[in-house]
Structures are given as C-alpha cells and as structure tokens.
C-alpha cells in the first residue's frame, strides 16, 4: 500500500499522510464502462483496498484522468473518498467539482497541456493564484504535481507553481 506526504499550506504548515487510488476508470468523454457496472463491480473492491489506508487514519483520494462528473456521485458516497485527483482541464470542471463536493481534496487542474509546457512563469502563477481563489478549501490549498514532466521544459514552471501556492494563503 502506498503512501504520500504533502503539504498542507495554512498558517502552520503541517504533514497529512494520504492513500492514492490509481484506476483510470475515464477517459476526455467519460467512464469507459457503465455508472452500473462500477457499482456492482467496482464498489466493493474500492472499498476493500480503501479499509486499511482508513483503519491507519490516511486521506483515501481517488485518481482517474479523463471525465469523471458522471460518477462522481458513487466514488464520494459509496466509496466515500476524501480527495480527487489529477482533475484535468480537458475532461473536468474543478469550480464545478468544488460546488458539487465541497468536502473533497481537489488535486491538480493547473493546465499539463498547455501552460505548464508551453506557459511563462507568469501565466503559471497566474493560472494557480485562480485555482486557489476558486477552489482551496478553508484549511488551504494541496499542492503538487499531476505527474513529472519528461521534457524537463516546465521543471521551473513547476517549482514556480509549489512556490507560489505557499505564499498564498
């Protein structure tokens, strides 16, 4: 079982052990399978791997790219997870994604495609400053990065994106 450390930024910064689910489950138009058939199939095994990260205290956050608001709704009330990742800008609406599950860790929505490669400095702080305004939640914001960049172009752009998310609170 794997484990993660990020950092939450508040007043005093502070360590949360999280679990990561990974099970690409979507894809840019949706599920790849039926809303049903992850219910009946799906559910429970979620469930069983979640049980001890819950058991040792960890944040269980679910991670699939593509479009998951179809079902959103199961993996919050019938897995009952506490965060969501990566969130991406081509499949995901994060305002709306906070307005539907306040409740939720949100992970991610800075945009992989074309900001952080091909983006200034600037427009990455920007983009960041507007997903924390939108979308921290009252303790603050998670920072982090959906994946590490191969091209190594946006490394800075990166290390900006963390830097700057810790200065605003």
Same mark, same amino acid.
């Not at 956050?61 to 919050?76: E, K, Q, R, S, Y």
């Not at 709306?96 to 929505?109: I, Q, V």
């Given at each position: 079982?794997?484990?993660?450390?990020?950092?939450?930024?508040?007043?005093?910064?502070?360590?949360?052990?999280?679990?990561?689910?990974?099970?690409?489950?979507?894809?840019?138009?949706?599920?790849?399978?039926?809303?049903?058939?992850?219910?009946?199939?799906?559910?429970?095994?979620?469930?069983?791997?979640?049980?001890?990260?819950?058991?040792?205290?960890?944040?269980?956050? !679910?991670?699939?790219?593509?479009? +998951?608001?179809?079902?959103? %709704?199961?993996? /919050? =009330?019938? *897995?009952?997870?506490?965060?969501?990742?990566?969130?991406?800008?081509?499949?995901?609406?994060?305002?709306?994604?906070?307005?539907?599950?306040?409740?939720?860790?949100? !992970?991610?929505?800075?945009?992989? +495609?074309?900001?952080?490669? %091909?983006?200034? /400095? =600037?427009? *990455?702080?920007?983009?960041?400053?507007?997903?924390?305004?939108?979308?921290?939640?009252?303790?603050?914001?998670?920072?982090?990065?959906?994946?590490?960049?191969?091209?190594?172009?946006?490394?800075?752009?990166?290390?900006?994106?963390?830097?700057?998310?810790?200065?605003?609170?």
């Amino acid at each position: 079982m794997g484990r993660n450390h990020f950092r939450v930024t508040r007043r005093k910064p502070q360590l949360h052990r999280v679990f990561f689910q990974n099970d690409d489950i979507c894809g840019s138009e949706g599920p790849f399978v039926s809303p049903e058939f992850l219910e009946e199939e799906m559910v429970s095994r979620w469930n069983r791997v979640y049980e001890p990260a819950r058991e040792s205290g960890l944040k269980c956050i !679910f991670h699939t790219d593509g479009n +998951a608001h179809p079902v959103m %709704d199961i993996l /919050v =009330e019938q *897995v009952d997870v506490d965060g969501f990742n990566p969130i991406d800008q081509a499949g995901m609406d994060i305002r709306k994604l906070r307005e539907n599950h306040p409740e939720l860790l949100l !992970f991610g929505n800075v945009d992989c +495609a074309f900001t952080l490669p %091909d983006g200034s /400095v =600037e427009e *990455v702080k920007r983009e960041t400053k507007e997903l924390i305004r939108d979308i921290a939640p009252p303790g603050g914001p998670f920072s982090g990065l959906k994946q590490r960049d191969r091209s190594g172009r946006s490394a800075g752009k990166c290390h900006g994106n963390v830097q700057n998310s810790q200065k605003i609170r």
